[in-house]
T-cell receptor, first 112, second 116 residues
Framework: DAKTTQPNSMESNEEEPVHLPCNHS???????IHWYRQLPSQGPEYVIH???SNVNNRMASLAIAEDRKSSTLILHRATLRDAAVYYC?????????????FGKGTKLSVIP | NAGVTQTPKFRVLKTGQSMTLLCAQD?????MYWYRQDPGMGLRLIHY???????AKGEVPDGYNVSRLKKQNFLLGLESAAPSQTSVYFC???????????????FGSGTQLSVL
């Protein structure tokens, strides 16, 4: 999988929108962009994924840059339950594609 | 619908002992994965399976073996535990493979393993 770069940590006030960035300058044309999050003492949880177009679901929105070299996970209204480590990863098909490594992610703190 | 269930949740082993971690999913997923997570680190892939009867090595396979005799179960074995294998182990499953529009990983709640 191509490498991604995320800030180590971010803070947000409760009920404010949060924009979590991810850089993936070596992304290939067929790589999907996935976001997962991990709450303390729990397993990771799927958040959202996309290929080229922006995506929305009940948890979040994913904004993908036109050149696909970066993306942003948007939490529209942060709650205390959103405090977690957020992982941005790229997924591709083909030989060796099942090698999947989550990096260190971005630790999001939500301030009441 | 239980999703992905891991047993046991906690285990303490002595160096050299063996054990098996069980992962069970009830979503009829083809793809299953075993990861380990060390303090302050992300997840690293140990082994994976793309279907019943198949297994393959991931990033950190040494010291572990796996089996997928039934589609719903994916077993991770430690034949001779070492302190370096102290970690939290997560199992995951997915209905579709890597790089497809339908890929979505579902994770279990983890097994905390300590090797003394």
């Amino acid at each position: 999988d191509a490498k991604t770069t995320q800030p180590n940590s971010m803070e947000s006030n409760e009920e404010e929108p949060v924009h979590l960035p991810c850089n993936h300058s070596t992304i290939s044309g067929t790589d999907y962009i996935h976001w997962y999050r991990q709450l303390p003492s729990q397993g990771p949880e799927y958040v959202i994924h996309g290929l080229t177009s922006n995506v929305n679901n009940r948890m979040a929105s994913l904004a993908i840059a036109e050149d696909r070299k970066s993306s942003t996970l948007i939490l529209h209204r942060a709650t205390l339950r959103d405090a977690a480590v957020y992982y941005c990863i790229l997924r591709s098909s083909g030989a060796g594609s099942y090698q999947l490594t989550f990096g260190k992610g971005t630790k999001l703190s939500v301030i009441p | 619908n239980a999703g992905v269930t891991q047993t046991p949740k906690f285990r303490v082993l002595k160096t050299g002992q063996s054990m098996t971690l069980l992962c069970a999913q009830d979503m009829n997923h083809e793809y299953m994965y075993w990861y380990r997570q060390d303090p302050g680190m992300g997840l690293r892939l140990i082994h994976y399976s793309v279907g019943e009867g198949t297994t393959a090595k991931g990033e950190v396979p040494d010291g572990y073996n796996v089996s997928r005799l039934k589609k719903q179960n994916f077993l991770l074995g430690l034949e001779s535990a070492a302190p370096s294998q102290t970690s939290v182990y997560f199992c995951a499953s997915s209905p579709m493979g890597a790089g497809t529009s339908g890929e979505k990983l579902f994770f279990g709640s983890g097994t905390q393993l300590s090797v003394l």
